[in-house]
T-cell receptor
Framework: AQSVTQLGSHVSVSEGALVLLRCNYS??????LFWYVQYPNQGLQLLLK??????LVKGINGFEAEFKKSETSFHLTKPSAHMRDAAEYFC????????????FGRGTSLIVHP | DGGITQSPKYLFRKEGQNVTLSCEQN?????MYWYRQDPGQGLRLIYY???????QKGDIAEGYSVSREKKESFPLTVTSAQKNPTAFYLC??????????FGDGTRLSIL
């Protein structure tokens, strides 16, 4: 079984501030982990993925995430927020070797203030 | 330019009416998926298909039906049995050992 919890349905930051979006997962076997971004009335776009290689994963738009097995976490960060980063962010998990059916978190809405 | 096309972008349904949402991909992907998105609930899987002429129910299949007669196409029908169909519907596809690739969605509303 697999599950993912995103802490905080909304996160508000000022432009230029650090962005931290939290994701904790539960998986009985080594997981694959993903972060997606969704802009209003659009589909999901892959930001980055962890597939058991390097624990620090760099993605598009300056985002990165670190896989921490001991904490069962995969938090998403960006050093300096930009207005264009305002969107909904989804964390997803799927187990390695299983059928490709990821489980998505409920999403975190990132609000960026000028 | 390859991608997934969902149409229409906005759809309105009358009570008791069936409607079909279109999803077409030209990425040559074998697997296709339909999700329902409601505010604050993330994505919930309706149906998925790993190969042509085969599909499986997801977590919330009741009131929905699909077909997979062609590799490129995976239409979703929202039947009158679906009592709360108002939502944003997302179609996705996936190539071998790749993450899912999403369309831009269809927003369904009840008149």
């Amino acid at each position: 079984a697999q599950s993912v919890t995103q802490l905080g349905s909304h996160v508000s930051v000022s432009e230029g501030a650090l962005v931290l979006l939290r994701c904790n997962y539960s998986s009985s076997v080594p997981p694959y982990l993903f972060w997606y971004v969704q802009y209003p009335n659009q589909g999901l776009q892959l930001l980055l993925k962890y597939t058991s290689a390097a624990t620090l994963v760099k993605g598009i738009n300056g985002f990165e995430a670190e896989f921490k097995k001991s904490e069962t976490s995969f938090h998403l960060t960006k050093p300096s927020a930009h207005m264009r980063d305002a969107a909904e962010y989804f964390c997803a998990v799927r187990i390695s070797g299983g059928s490709y059916i990821p489980t998505f978190g409920r999403g975190t809405s990132l609000i960026v203030h000028p | 330019d390859g991608g997934i096309t969902q149409s229409p972008k906005y759809l309105f349904r009358k009570e008791g009416q069936n409607v079909t949402l279109s999803c077409e991909q030209n990425l040559n992907h074998d697997a296709m998926y339909w999700y329902r998105q409601d505010p604050g609930q993330g994505l919930r899987l309706i149906y998925y298909s790993q190969i042509v002429n085969d599909f499986q129910k997801g977590d919330i299949a009741e009131g929905y039906s699909v077909s997979r007669e062609k590799k490129e196409s995976f239409p979703l029908t929202v039947t009158s049995a679906q009592k709360n169909p108002t939502a944003f519907y997302l179609c996705a596809s996936r190539g071998l050992n790749q993450p899912q690739h999403f369309g831009d969605g269809t927003r369904l509303s009840i008149l």
